[in-house]
């Protein structure tokens, strides 16, 4: 799984690949902006609860302007092919579809 983020429309995206990162990610560029801890905190965890199961797009603004975008970019799941990866369990194939989320 992967989730991008964007400040504005002039900053290059960045790429993600956990919720702690992208709640850390949200909240940070908010305190930068000088939006309050407790706050910023919040929209922090607001994104992720809103991208972690969907492909909308999560929007805040910052006190300048700039929408600050949070999106899934994971591949779209493909359900007539077999994940390739080794589940936990002894070395076995994943019998799951390619691109499932989480580990096998």
């Not at 400040?7 to 930068?32: F, K, Q, S, W």
């Not at 902006?33 to 910052?62: N, P």
């Not at 070395?91 to 989320?101: D, V």
Request: aromatic letters at 8%; one cysteine or more.
């Amino acid at each position: 799984m992967s989730w991008v983020l964007q400040i504005g429309v002039n900053r290059g995206p960045i790429e993600v690949y956990d919720g702690a990162t992208v709640r850390a990610c949200v909240t940070a560029a908010l305190m930068a902006a000088e939006v309050d801890d407790e706050t910023a905190e919040g929209k922090g965890r607001e994104a992720w609860q809103a991208v972690k199961e969907s492909r909308e797009v999560w929007t805040t603004y910052l006190p300048d302007g700039r929408n600050l975008n949070v999106w899934d970019s994971s591949p779209e799941p493909q359900y007539d092919k077999q994940c390739d990866g080794l589940d936990g369990f002894g070395g076995n194939r994943c019998g799951r579809y390619l691109n499932h989320p989480g580990e096998c």
